[in-house]
């Protein structure tokens, strides 16, 4: 524990897999449809990290450290801090300046990457990989590597306790490959289908299992050992077989696996992690093909500089990006975006992360950031400007993230109302009543009733006060009731479709997903019945399994039912609006309203977060849903 040097083996092909994972996560943050899967790609980069930093600190013989745990812990800090702090930095300014409604949720994430606990900030904010109200925080990739630096701070440790536990490397192995299993374990039974996976996507306990599995292998299959000597020629074949193999499984996994897959995270996960372990043991050996394939100057080259592109390709995108494009991608922006996600990668690693890990912190700052006024005359221009630059925006970040500037509008999720419920005006007089006996149906269905503003009473309705509706019914209202069930889009549309159709009940609560209104759809059982419509627009917030979908629509399987589809500026989409068309297709008793056809090319119709409606959309939409209705009715005269 007290020697002075690493293990060092350069192998290029690993350079060419960081590449091909890097690029996999860029293209699924650009939603590119054929990268469904590239999320992966950061399954790669734990298990690749867990693989070299064990074969670094590993001892080539014996039990005992050769590496000073001191020496590792300020190399990892040199590689890792300076640029993703330049990075925060910079995106923090860049949103005081150019995008103020995002400093109130940006300051809280800001701290907590300086700190490296993003991941737990994220899961206790409940801050959705796969979602966010409006625009994405633009460092919210920074959670993988709060994982990686919780891991470089723990790992050095439980390594020399597990050298000094055990005498022998195999078993040492057995008792880390049982550590991936159960965290894999873990990640299977937190899993809830249908449900937002954030919580087992971000924890550290639920993805240590990979880091873990690239732990194993660097005691299996340490690189220092490989060599091609004395390798018979049908180990070689078979060698290169498994990993042409390994890396076809690689890229068909990036392009067919999606994140709303329940076998992704019961098993799945973690068998794409070993796939990608034995492909990492193909490369790293000498007389791999692939290795020397992955070789290639291009690939080195991103992957020498992932780090940087991986850093800074997710801000650039969100600042960059409006939000009525966010999946839906531009591809002419997605080119200038590249263009300068490359560039500022390249002097991220010229400028920042290759000086300091050479020359470390002091001669860096002493050579770059001192000021000596009495040098200032023989500075360059381009070292003027640096100078002022940068202690421009330290001062603009200090004040930012201390608060004492101006935060500009709040998030539009902060003065939404959580909730809307409607019922037929008929019942106004009775409304304290009726909100009573709601929260406590509420929280019969597992729904936190004082967390919702109440405009109108809802309750199970008893028969005597159907048939009151049914004979006092306006005269546009074909159906003897009709149910409305939705998340903030319902929110926005129920006050114009209270005005539509007077009688209408109407429960829209934000964020609402496919599972919460399947337990809330035995409330209203009353509904499901011939000549009464149920509205259902679902889809918002985020996907939902098959038997999700088919227990909602199976409660009202006697009432006509309008789907409507989304039009939401996130990756699930296109998912969710397979999934309503499909459904309408297999039921008769389906009608689907085209709200993504009719708003696609409006962004008019959203307010800026890109969910909520401006008055615009709300009518477009309402419209739709009356249309619907009316061609319904038509159908049904002429049949």
């Excluded at 103020?100 to 990989?129: C, M, P, Q, V």
Aim: charged share 15%; aromatic share 12%.
């Amino acid at each position: 524990m007290l020697g002075k040097t690493f293990n060092h083996r350069y192998i290029p092909g690993l350079d060419g897999i960081r590449a091909l994972a890097v690029l996999a996560v860029i293209a699924y943050h650009f939603d590119f449809n054929w990268a469904s899967g590239g999320f992966l790609g950061v399954d790669i980069f734990f298990v690749l990290s867990g693989y070299l930093i064990t074969s670094t600190i590993l001892p080539l013989k014996g039990n005992r450290l050769t590496v000073s745990l001191g020496k590792f812990w300020i190399s990892r800090f040199r590689r890792l801090v300076p640029a993703a702090y330049v990075m925060i930095i910079t995106s923090f300014v860049w949103a005081m300046l150019f995008h103020k409604e995002l400093i109130h949720t940006l300051r809280g994430d800001a701290i907590s990457s300086i700190f490296y606990s993003s991941n737990w900030w994220f899961i206790f904010h409940k801050l959705s990989y796969f979602d966010s109200f409006g625009s994405p925080s633009p460092l919210k990739n920074l959670w993988s590597l709060a994982i990686e630096e919780q891991f470089y701070l723990l790992w050095p440790i439980l390594l020399l306790l597990g050298l000094y536990v055990f005498n022998k490397r195999s078993k040492l192995a057995i008792f880390v490959f049982f550590g991936a299993l159960c965290s894999a374990a873990l990640m299977s039974i937190l899993y809830q289908p249908g449900a937002d996976p954030s919580r087992i996507y971000y924890g550290t306990d639920t993805r240590s299992f990979e880091l873990l599995i690239g732990c194993w292998l660097a005691l299996v299959w340490p690189m220092k050992r490989l060599s091609s000597q004395k390798l018979a020629k049908e180990h070689v074949t078979k060698l290169n077989s498994i990993s042409l193999l390994s890396f076809s499984i690689f890229m068909l996994s990036i392009i067919f696996i999606d994140e709303y897959q329940a076998f992704l995270y019961r098993g799945g996960m973690f068998l794409f992690c070993l796939n990608a372990a034995v492909l990492i043991a193909c490369v790293c050996h000498p007389v791999s093909i692939l290795g020397k394939l992955l070789s290639l100057k291009p690939l080195r080259w991103i992957g020498s500089r992932s780090y940087g592109i991986y850093l800074w390709h997710y801000p650039i995108m969100v600042l960059g990006t409006p939000v009525h494009e966010i999946g839906n991608p531009a591809f002419g922006r997605v080119a200038l975006q590249l263009v300068l996600i490359f560039t500022i990668a390249e002097l991220s690693y010229r400028f920042i992360e290759m000086p300091i890990r050479k020359e470390g912190f002091r001669a860096y700052f002493q050579k770059y950031l001192v000021f000596n006024k009495n040098q200032w005359g023989s500075f360059t221009f381009a070292r003027k400007f640096s100078t002022v630059l940068i202690r421009l925006c330290l001062l603009v970040f200090l004040t930012g993230i201390t608060g004492v500037v101006g935060e500009g509008q709040q998030d539009s999720s902060e003065s939404y109302p959580t909730s809307i419920k409607i019922k037929g005006a008929d019942q106004s007089s009775n409304l304290n009543e009726d909100v009573k006996q709601q929260q406590t149906s509420e929280n019969d269905s597992s729904h936190v009733a004082d967390e919702e503003t109440e405009t109108g009473g809802v309750q199970n309705r008893a028969p005597e006060q159907e048939e009151n509706e049914t004979s006092a019914k306006p005269e546009n209202e074909s159906y003897n009731g009709i149910l409305a069930i939705g998340d903030s889009v319902m929110i926005d549309i129920a006050t114009s479709l209270h005005k539509v159709y007077p009688n209408i009940t109407i429960d829209g609560k934000i964020g609402r997903q496919v599972s919460q209104a399947v337990k809330l759809s035995p409330n209203y059982a009353s509904f499901n019945q011939p000549n009464n419509a149920v509205i259902i627009q679902l889809g918002t917030n985020g996907y939902f399994s098959n038997d999700q979908m088919e227990t909602l629509l199976g409660a009202f399987s006697n009432a006509d039912i309008y789907l409507v589809n989304t039009r939401v500026p996130r990756s699930w989409e296109g998912k969710v609006n397979n999934a309503l068309l499909q459904k309408a297709q297999e039921h008769d008793n389906i009608t689907l309203i085209d709200w993504h056809a009719a708003a696609s090319n409006h962004p008019e119709f959203f307010a800026p977060d890109g969910v909520h409606l401006e008055q615009k959309g709300i009518d477009t939409l309402t419209n739709l849903i009356q249309q619907s209705i009316k061609v319904h009715d038509a159908s049904e005269i002429n049949s």
